[in-house]
């Protein structure tokens, strides 16, 4: 299995307060990745990084915000936690071959309940 | 619209036998990739589709890719209640120098007893 850790696995907090969760890898992958699972809606990608310091935006961005200033660590911050962002996030990483393939591996999740 | 549309949302099988989850894509795909979720547990890599007409198979689980219809075929044979889970295809947006999957919402997969 791809080294990938999330923690914490399991958070509970308050509408308003800031929550960083954070992805830690061993594979020295370039890429990592933070989506966020919801029923109805899928795996959506929140952000992704693609080097050390450069992210960018993925489709479900607003209300939060990364930091990559190491390879192996990924942080996602919620600024001001809401009840709309209490979901299953999930962490991944790839390197991918030019041309060939984007297989991407996944952290175990992150259960977040905003209350 | 959804990029990705997978179908059926959710199958009950009973064990032993054969199913078919369908990934139909409303834009060029590039590369088609399987995963399995057990429930409350991360994504697990099955396999990855390149070329139109393309079949892998590992163990009893065969994905085909028809690249004219952008649509990928999952097909597990003889079930077991191993199989049970949620099965995602994910597709490469490769767009530029970056590299990213979009993911459709899932089929979930009960095989019985």
């Known amino acids: 299995d791809a080294g990938i850790t999330q923690s914490p696995r399991h958070k509970v907090t308050e509408t308003g307060t800031p929550v960083t969760l954070r992805c830690h890898q061993t594979?020295?992958?370039?890429?990592m990745y933070w989506y966020r699972q919801d029923p109805g809606h899928g795996l959506r990608l929140i952000h992704y990084s693609y080097g050390v310091k450069d992210t960018d935006k993925g489709e479900v961005s607003d209300g939060y915000s990364v930091s990559r200033s190491k390879t192996e660590d990924f942080l996602l911050t919620l600024e001001s936690a809401t009840s709309s962002q209490t979901s299953v996030y999930f962490c991944?990483?790839?390197?991918?071959?030019?041309?060939?393939?984007?297989?991407?591996?996944f952290g175990p999740g992150t259960r977040l309940t905003v209350l | 619209s959804q990029e990705l549309e997978q179908s059926p949302q959710s199958l009950i099988v009973q064990e032993g036998k054969n199913l078919t989850i369908n990934c139909t894509s409303s834009k060029t795909l590039y590369g088609l990739y399987w995963y399995k979720q057990k429930y409350g547990e991360g994504l697990i890599f099955l396999m990855m589709?390149?070329?139109?007409?393309e079949e892998k198979s590992h163990e009893k689980i065969t994905a085909k890719l028809d690249e004219k219809k952008q649509q990928s075929s999952l097909h597990i044979t003889a079930s077991q209640p191993s199989h049970a889970g949620i099965y995602l295809c994910g597709a490469d947006r490769r767009g530029g120098s970056n590299y990213k999957l979009t993911f459709g919402k899932g089929t979930l997969l009960t095989v019985n007893p």
């Open positions: 991944a990483i790839s390197e991918p071959k030019l041309g060939v393939y984007n297989e991407q591996f």
């Open positions: 594979e020295n992958h370039r890429y």
């Open positions: 589709l390149q070329k139109g007409g």
